[in-house]
């Protein structure tokens, strides 16, 4: 079955990233918006770029990113994951690689829920002895 590009899904708390990489020069678009555009903190954009720097595929593919859910930092970290996804899809020889640089682990730490009682998920309400 031959396709013009591949596909990875990414997730990051409420985030949902679904990423296709097509061949091409190395632009990436998020939710339609330069990913300049997007995320305009550089430290975002080294995120999302980390997996293609670290596979030295920077140049070689156009990414196309639909993002969903939570804050920009959780949809970075998402866009994140689906590239590597992707690549995996792309060469399975990258899997050691990305996956010693922990790109691959979906990361499932989220926010633990308010308890009844409490004044927050852990903190209490405060105490009084007398």
């Known amino acids: ?22 061949k091409g020069t190395g632009t990436i678009t ?14 975002l954009q080294m995120i ?21 859910g939570g804050g920009l930092s959780g949809q970075a970290q998402a866009v994140r994951h689906g590239i590597s996804r992707a690549l995996l899809e792309f060469d399975p020889e990258m899997r050691g690689v990305l996956k010693r640089a922990g790109f691959l682990t979906r990361d499932s730490r ?3 829920r308010k308890k009844y009682g409490q004044r927050a998920a852990r903190a209490r309400f405060q105490y009084s002895k007398r």
């Open 30 to 43: 998020v939710n339609g918006r330069e990913l300049g555009d997007y995320f305009p903190r550089a430290t």
């Open 48 to 68: 999302i770029r980390q997996p293609l720097k670290l596979t030295k595929t920077l140049e070689k593919f156009n990414i196309a990113c639909r993002v969903t």
């Open 110 to 112: 989220v926010k633990e």
């Open 1 to 22: 079955m031959s396709q013009d590009f591949f596909y990875g899904t990414g997730k990051r708390k409420t985030s949902v990233s679904r990423t296709r990489l097509y």
